[in-house]
């Protein structure tokens, strides 16, 4: 047993259940742990049921882990007598009672915590210090190093750059593992019609427990449960499960329909460890190894598109958001390029719109707290941005509605790469689209009240002509962009009338944007 020589509390967050970080390898009398449900977490969003819930009994599972690997633990629940319902009130009154000599805690994944516990700190009279969360490939600064003196941070030259660093998936020393660094053109298909997916993974964890605390003290939440089955992993081992059957039953087919939708299909090949990896039950570099020792193990099954489709989107796309989050935070909140006011339409929060795209993926996103990464952006993000709605408001959607929603990584994707209020720091180009492309990669229109082919007049689909509203208004600020000059060019050579009805159309959907 190593002795610390101070009698130290030390804070750990919802969010950073890793219990691999090197302050679990010994035990130490002296050092205490906390752990806090608090209203400050509940409700600084609206978050869905599932989120609360989820957080709760992972970090409560996480707290008898370590009960007994026999380190102190105090833990307080959301209704203990002694909880003050914030960490700085909270943290006062264990020192003061233990007296406790110093205080420790992680670097918090999230900005507004981050200088919280920063100020905290300095309001203390005792010994403090904060350590790494041990869980990221990259540290906070990386990207931002990397890109130094740079106008342009492209996520293609980081994920080379972390492919190169971390050796993975790479010969002779810096060469990318046959041949090319991106396999995505095979990748990226529609369903075909009869094709069934493997059903998902799901548990049935009993948590009615934590559902009927957060409902005796009335936490706004959004969202449904089944609270005696919840279906989410909330500890390692179900974790390392749901990786398992994701390697084992999903990998072979994940790039080829990384992009596909269709109803009532959930999560079709997509991993659902976002949650897991976000709240560090699991690690980014486990996932990955793992992966790559499936595809090895199982060449004749397994073809490298698809493993380099999955890889990237750890070792690139997480690591580069949360490096351009930590470059351009608290700025980055406040970006609203196009100067977007409108509201999100009600139906963002019962589903109940007669567009067959966004009822499934919002449905399905109040059913499960999920939906895999093109829903969040080609279908309700795409609606956002063509209906002009303020970026805070559709961050705080974002922010609350899923499952593995937590700032760093929700923000630089919801403000940048969907609605490109960053004007271009995440993406190169807005990304919206008209019927045709959700067509293209979904069976959603099949069945839509609305007319998939129709521009305008009645039961055209919305998508179409907000599409080229969307374009015609923001003209100055995009006709320059090298990747959409083309889109202009077909706008301006469309007839006047053509032009005004499609205009007249969209501002119809825009004025009665409740009852679409
Ligand atoms: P899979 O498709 O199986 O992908 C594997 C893993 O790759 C994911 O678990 C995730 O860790 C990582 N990943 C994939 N794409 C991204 C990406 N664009 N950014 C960061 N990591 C990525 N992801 C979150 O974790 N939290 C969020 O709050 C979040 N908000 C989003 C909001 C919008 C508008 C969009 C367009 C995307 C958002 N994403 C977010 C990214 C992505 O949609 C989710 O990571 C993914 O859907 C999670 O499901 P999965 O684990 O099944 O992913
Ligand atoms: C999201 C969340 C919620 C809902 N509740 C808590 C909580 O009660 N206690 C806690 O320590 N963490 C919670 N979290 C996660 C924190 O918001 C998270 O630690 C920060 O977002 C930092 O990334
Ligand atoms: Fe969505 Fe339009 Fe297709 Fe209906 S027709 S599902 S609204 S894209």
């Given at each position: 047993?190593?002795?610390?020589?101070?009698?130290?509390?030390?804070?750990?967050?919802?969010?950073?259940?890793?219990?691999?970080?090197?302050?679990?390898?010994?035990?130490?009398?002296?050092?205490?742990?906390?752990?806090?449900?608090?209203?400050?977490?509940?409700?600084?969003?609206?978050?869905?049921?599932?989120?609360?819930?989820?957080?709760?009994?992972?970090?409560?599972?996480?707290?008898?882990?370590?009960?007994?690997?026999?380190?102190?633990?105090?833990?307080?629940?959301?209704?203990?007598?002694?909880?003050?319902?914030?960490?700085?009130?909270?943290?006062?009154?264990?020192?003061?009672?233990?007296?406790?000599?110093?205080?420790?805690?992680?670097?918090?994944?999230?900005?507004?915590?981050?200088?919280?516990?920063?100020?905290?700190?300095?309001?203390?009279?005792?010994?403090?210090?904060?350590?790494?969360?041990?869980?990221?490939?990259?540290?906070?600064?990386?990207?931002?190093?990397?890109?130094?003196?740079?106008?342009?941070?492209?996520?293609?030259?980081?994920?080379?750059?972390?492919?190169?660093?971390?050796?993975?998936?790479?010969?002779?020393?810096?060469?990318?593992?046959?041949?090319?660094?991106?396999?995505?053109?095979?990748?990226?298909?529609?369903?075909?019609?009869?094709?069934?997916?493997?059903?998902?993974?799901?548990?049935?964890?009993?948590?009615?427990?934590?559902?009927?605390?957060i409902k005796k003290i009335s936490i706004k939440t959004i969202g449904v449960v089944d609270s005696k089955n919840f279906l989410w992993p909330i500890d390692r081992n179900q974790s390392l499960q749901l990786l398992d059957f994701f390697v084992r039953e999903c990998l072979p087919l994940f790039g080829t329909f990384q992009d596909a939708m269709a109803p009532n299909e959930w999560s079709l090949y997509h991993s659902r460890l976002s949650f897991s990896m976000n709240i560090k039950l699991i690690s980014p570099q486990e996932v990955v190894n793992k992966a790559i020792s499936e595809y090895e193990k199982r060449p004749n099954d397994i073809e490298y598109n698809q493993l380099e489709g999955f890889v990237r989107q750890i070792i690139g796309?997480?690591?580069?958001?949360?490096?351009?989050?930590?470059?351009?935070?608290?700025?980055?909140?406040?970006?609203?390029?196009?100067?977007?006011?409108?509201?999100?339409?009600?139906?963002?929060?019962?589903?109940?719109?007669?567009?067959?795209?966004?009822?499934?993926?919002?449905?399905?996103?109040?059913?499960?707290?999920?939906?895999?990464?093109?829903?969040?952006?080609?279908?309700?993000?795409?609606?956002?941005?063509?209906?002009?709605?303020?970026?805070?408001?559709?961050?705080?959607?974002?922010?609350?509605?899923?499952?593995?929603?937590?700032?760093?990584?929700?923000?630089?994707?919801?403000?940048?790469?969907?609605?490109?209020?960053?004007?271009?720091?995440?993406?190169?180009?807005?990304?919206?689209?008209?019927?045709?492309?959700?067509?293209?990669?979904?069976?959603?229109?099949?069945?839509?009240?609305?007319?998939?082919?129709?521009?305008?007049?009645?039961?055209?689909?919305?998508?179409?002509?907000?599409?080229?509203?969307?374009?015609?208004?923001?003209?100055?600020?995009?006709?320059?962009?090298?990747?959409?000059?083309?889109?202009?060019?077909?706008?301006?050579?469309?007839?006047?009338?053509?032009?005004?009805?499609?205009?007249?159309?969209?501002?119809?959907?825009?004025?009665?944007?409740?009852?679409?």
């Amino acid at each position: 047993m190593k002795e610390n020589k101070q009698k130290t509390l030390r804070l750990i967050l919802g969010d950073q259940l890793n219990i691999n970080h090197s302050w679990f390898k010994t035990v130490d009398e002296k050092v205490t742990y906390v752990m806090m449900e608090i209203r400050t977490e509940t409700d600084y969003a609206q978050h869905h049921i599932q989120k609360v819930i989820g957080i709760f009994a992972a970090m409560q599972n996480f707290a008898k882990e370590l009960l007994q690997l026999h380190h102190k633990v105090i833990y307080l629940k959301l209704n203990d007598k002694n909880n003050l319902q914030s960490f700085n009130e909270n943290l006062d009154a264990l020192v003061l009672k233990n007296s406790f000599s110093c205080f420790e805690y992680q670097l918090p994944d999230e900005y507004r915590v981050d200088q919280y516990l920063k100020e905290y700190c300095k309001s203390l009279t005792i010994t403090n210090n904060v350590i790494d969360t041990e869980h990221f490939y990259s540290s906070r600064s990386e990207l931002g190093n990397l890109f130094e003196g740079k106008k342009i941070f492209l996520m293609e030259t980081f994920y080379r750059y972390m492919r190169k660093k971390h050796q993975v998936l790479i010969s002779d020393g810096d060469k990318p593992l046959h041949g090319k660094w991106n396999f995505d053109e095979d990748n990226r298909r529609k369903l075909p019609k009869n094709h069934k997916p493997t059903p998902p993974l799901i548990f049935t964890n009993d948590f009615s427990e934590i559902e009927t605390e957060i409902k005796k003290i009335s936490i706004k939440t959004i969202g449904v449960v089944d609270s005696k089955n919840f279906l989410w992993p909330i500890d390692r081992n179900q974790s390392l499960q749901l990786l398992d059957f994701f390697v084992r039953e999903c990998l072979p087919l994940f790039g080829t329909f990384q992009d596909a939708m269709a109803p009532n299909e959930w999560s079709l090949y997509h991993s659902r460890l976002s949650f897991s990896m976000n709240i560090k039950l699991i690690s980014p570099q486990e996932v990955v190894n793992k992966a790559i020792s499936e595809y090895e193990k199982r060449p004749n099954d397994i073809e490298y598109n698809q493993l380099e489709g999955f890889v990237r989107q750890i070792i690139g796309w997480r690591e580069y958001m949360r490096g351009i989050y930590w470059l351009k935070m608290p700025e980055y909140a406040a970006l609203n390029y196009f100067e977007h006011s409108e509201k999100l339409p009600q139906w963002f929060w019962t589903g109940n719109t007669k567009m067959n795209c966004l009822k499934n993926a919002i449905t399905q996103s109040l059913q499960f707290a999920y939906a895999h990464h093109i829903q969040r952006l080609m279908i309700s993000g795409n609606f956002a941005l063509l209906a002009g709605v303020n970026p805070n408001e559709v961050d705080a959607w974002y922010l609350g509605i899923y499952i593995d929603a937590f700032e760093w990584v929700e923000i630089t994707n919801t403000r940048g790469m969907s609605q490109f209020a960053d004007g271009g720091i995440v993406g190169s180009k807005p990304y919206v689209s008209s019927a045709t492309y959700i067509n293209k990669m979904s069976s959603y229109c099949t069945g839509c009240y609305y007319d998939k082919a129709k521009k305008t007049g009645d039961k055209a689909c919305p998508f179409n002509s907000l599409y080229w509203n969307f374009y015609d208004k923001h003209e100055s600020k995009l006709s320059k962009n090298p990747r959409i000059g083309m889109m202009y060019n077909v706008w301006r050579k469309m007839q006047p009338t053509a032009k005004a009805e499609l205009l007249e159309q969209a501002e119809y959907y825009l004025k009665h944007i409740n009852e679409l």
